[in-house]
């Protein structure tokens, strides 16, 4: 201890900081942070006070400013320029957790799809409750998917993007009364779940008792799909209502056609 210092060499303030020995010597190049004391055999002194001021220089480079930005802010100091750098970092900050939160839920939702996909069978119906969701639509399409479903298809993906700021698979809707008279193929919409913490939202998914099936393989497999979950409503007294909703819960692990696997959700009502 030196005049009521204690000075630690470069190799015990880098491990007392957790940083690398070499990144102390580089910032003392630089004139970016340099050690208390020098003696004339160039050897590096650095005092406990010093730690702040590294942690400030060691967070403000996490955060993304360059060690440009750095020098420039210590070339002259004040509160008011130091105030509106952490504001602007601040405001990046809360964008990209914004954004790893967006793709935390992309992720976890991705998880979720292919965990239920592992234990899919192909035409097994049962029964679940489910909480209303909010959904975003497309624009109308026909069912043919031809060119013009797969214009509206393009413009509902640009969509899902500006929203979310990410693409996104989506489903396929079809009224409930379609399906009642064998008419499959007649969709009036794609679909694609909303988030509660983005306001966009075109419908509600109703809260309510809910059919769910499987269908595996291509989508010529579904129209059989579609008379098993009529015949099991016939069967139990159910009424089918609303919509049914078409979403894919493999694509990501998707190597054969013959694997797709589409899950069926169509809200039912007892019979009186």
Same mark, same amino acid.
């Given at each position: 201890?030196?005049?009521?210092?204690?000075?630690?060499?470069?190799?015990?303030?880098?491990?007392?900081?957790?940083?690398?020995?070499?990144?102390?010597?580089?910032?003392?190049?630089?004139?970016?942070?340099?050690?208390?004391?020098?003696?004339?055999?160039?050897?590096?002194?650095?005092?406990?006070?010093?730690?702040?001021?590294?942690?400030?220089?060691?967070?403000?480079?996490?955060?993304?400013?360059?060690?440009?930005?750095?020098?420039?802010?210590?070339?002259?100091?004040?509160?008011?320029?130091?105030?509106? !750098?952490?504001?602007?970092?601040?405001?990046?900050?809360? #964008?990209?957790?914004?954004?790893?939160?967006?793709?935390?839920?992309?992720?976890?939702?991705?998880?979720?799809?292919?965990?239920?996909?592992?234990?899919?069978?192909?035409?097994?119906?049962?029964?679940?409750?489910?909480?209303?969701?909010?959904?975003?639509?497309?624009?109308?399409?026909?069912?043919?998917?031809?060119?013009?479903?797969?214009?509206?298809?393009?413009?509902?993906?640009?969509?899902?993007?500006?929203?979310?700021?990410?693409?996104?698979?989506?489903?396929?809707?079809?009224?409930?009364?379609?399906?009642?008279?064998?008419?499959?193929?007649?969709?009036?919409?794609?679909?694609?779940?909303?988030?509660?913490?983005?306001?966009?939202?075109?419908?509600?998914?109703?809260?309510? =008792?809910?059919?769910?099936?499987?269908?595996?393989?291509?989508? =010529? #497999?579904?129209?059989?799909?579609? #008379?098993?979950?009529?015949?099991?409503?016939?069967?139990?007294?159910?009424? !089918?209502?609303?919509?049914?909703?078409?979403?894919?819960?493999?694509?990501?692990?998707?190597?054969?056609?013959?694997?797709?696997?589409?899950?069926?959700?169509?809200?039912?009502?007892?019979?009186?």
């Amino acid at each position: 201890m030196k005049n009521g210092q204690y000075l630690y060499t470069t190799g015990q303030f880098a491990r007392l900081n957790g940083i690398n020995k070499r990144t102390l010597h580089y910032y003392d190049e630089i004139g970016l942070f340099s050690p208390e004391r020098k003696d004339d055999n160039g050897y590096r002194y650095y005092t406990c006070f010093q730690t702040v001021q590294l942690e400030l220089i060691v967070t403000l480079r996490k955060i993304g400013l360059s060690i440009e930005e750095i020098l420039r802010y210590q070339e002259s100091p004040s509160g008011s320029s130091f105030a509106e !750098l952490i504001a602007e970092k601040k405001s990046l900050i809360d #964008r990209s957790i914004r954004e790893l939160m967006g793709a935390k839920a992309f992720l976890e939702q991705k998880s979720d799809k292919l965990s239920l996909s592992m234990t899919a069978q192909h035409g097994k119906i049962d029964t679940l409750s489910l909480p209303e969701r909010k959904i975003l639509l497309s624009a109308p399409i026909t069912g043919s998917y031809g060119d013009d479903d797969f214009a509206v298809a393009g413009d509902f993906s640009l969509r899902l993007k500006s929203v979310f700021g990410l693409y996104d698979n989506f489903g396929s809707r079809i009224p409930a009364e379609n399906i009642l008279r064998g008419d499959i193929h007649n969709y009036d919409c794609f679909f694609a779940y909303g988030r509660n913490d983005i306001k966009d939202c075109d419908d509600i998914r109703p809260a309510g =008792d809910y059919l769910r099936a499987f269908c595996i393989g291509g989508w =010529d #497999r579904l129209a059989g799909v579609y #008379r098993a979950i009529c015949a099991f409503a016939e069967d139990n007294c159910l009424e !089918l209502a609303g919509h049914a909703y078409e979403e894919g819960l493999n694509e990501m692990t998707l190597r054969d056609r013959d694997d797709y696997i589409t899950m069926i959700l169509i809200r039912y009502r007892k019979r009186v």
